[in-house]
């Protein structure tokens, strides 16, 4: 939850806080939204960047699963 607040979804980061603004930035849910804004509804959007940076939290987040998955399984 905390992800999806601080993501572009329900408010633009316009009318965010500075410390928020920085948290959208790094929020892979950001870039989510602003695709789907894209793809969905026609809003100009970098769907090159949102699918870059998708993509890259999609390996971090598989790397980071597997590493970890070794120590769950003894």
């Not at 607040?5 to 948290?23: I, N």
């Not at 930035?25 to 809003?43: F, H, K, Q």
């Not at 980071?64 to 769950?72: C, E, K, N, T």
């Amino acid at each position: 939850m905390p992800l999806f607040f601080g993501s572009s979804a329900l408010y633009p980061v316009s009318v965010m806080p500075g410390w928020l603004r920085v948290v959208s930035r790094i929020n892979p849910l950001s870039y989510e939204v602003d695709a789907l804004r894209g793809l969905l509804i026609g809003t100009p959007s970098r769907l090159g960047l949102d699918f870059g940076v998708l993509a890259v939290a999609a390996a971090l987040g598989i790397a980071a699963a597997s590493s970890l998955l070794g120590r769950l399984a003894r």
